[in-house]
């Protein structure tokens, strides 16, 4: 469902949750349970809503540290980037928007590949080209994720590309990035 028919159909129960409040009050007035339950409703949707958008986004956690201060910071923004992507998509911003977004996000993730590649290749890292690899196939399935976005359904590759983001970020840290950056600490770097 695209953010815009969502969008619409949480003003449909809004308008229709308040219009029954209304009558509800005319008819039975202040003192019967019933206007009060719709008002009840009215105020705790934005209240699930609200915990439902937070579980969509990432947040940093020191289990996510490896130890390397500047490739630590780089995840962090990494993670931030993912998240303004996906409120600019999921608030419903508007392609720019979500363009300039994703395109920011690309950008600072190939610049932190190309350092952290460096770092990797200056102290010998014994993985470096299973690493360099990884890195090389998610630039290729982001590209693919675009070139969907401009030719087929916006809002559903918006979707895919966000859920996979945040997925391949997270296990990469996990299961790839801290094992470099433990090779990489005992070699000395900083």
């Given at each position: 469902m695209s953010a815009q028919t969502k969008m619409a159909l949480l003003a449909i129960i809004y308008s229709l949750l308040g219009a029954s409040?209304?009558?509800?009050?005319?008819s039975l007035g202040a003192l019967h349970f019933v206007p009060w339950l719709f008002v009840?409703?009215?105020v705790a949707i934005p209240y699930f809503i609200n915990r439902n958008e937070k579980q969509h986004f990432l947040e940093w956690k020191e289990d996510l540290a490896g130890?390397?201060?500047?490739?630590?910071?780089?995840?962090?923004?990494l993670i931030r980037l993912i998240n303004e992507f996906e409120a600019a998509a999921h608030y419903n911003q508007g392609a720019l928007f979500e363009e300039r977004a994703l395109?920011?996000?690309v950008d600072y993730t190939k610049n932190h590949f190309a350092a952290e590649e460096k770092l990797m290749q200056?102290?010998?890292?014994?993985e470096y080209e299973q690493h360099i690899a990884q890195h090389k196939a998610m630039i290729q399935k982001v590209g693919t994720f675009?070139?969907?976005y401009q030719s087929d359904d916006p809002d559903q590759t918006i979707e895919e590309i966000a859920a996979y983001l945040r997925y391949?970020?997270?296990?990469?840290i996990i299961n790839v990035d801290k094992k470099a950056s433990r090779f990489l600490s005992e070699a000395g770097a900083h």
């Open positions: 409040a209304a009558v509800t009050f005319i009840a409703a009215l130890g390397i201060e500047r490739i630590d910071n780089d995840h962090k923004q395109a920011k996000l200056e102290h010998n890292y014994p675009l070139n969907s391949w970020l997270v296990n990469h």
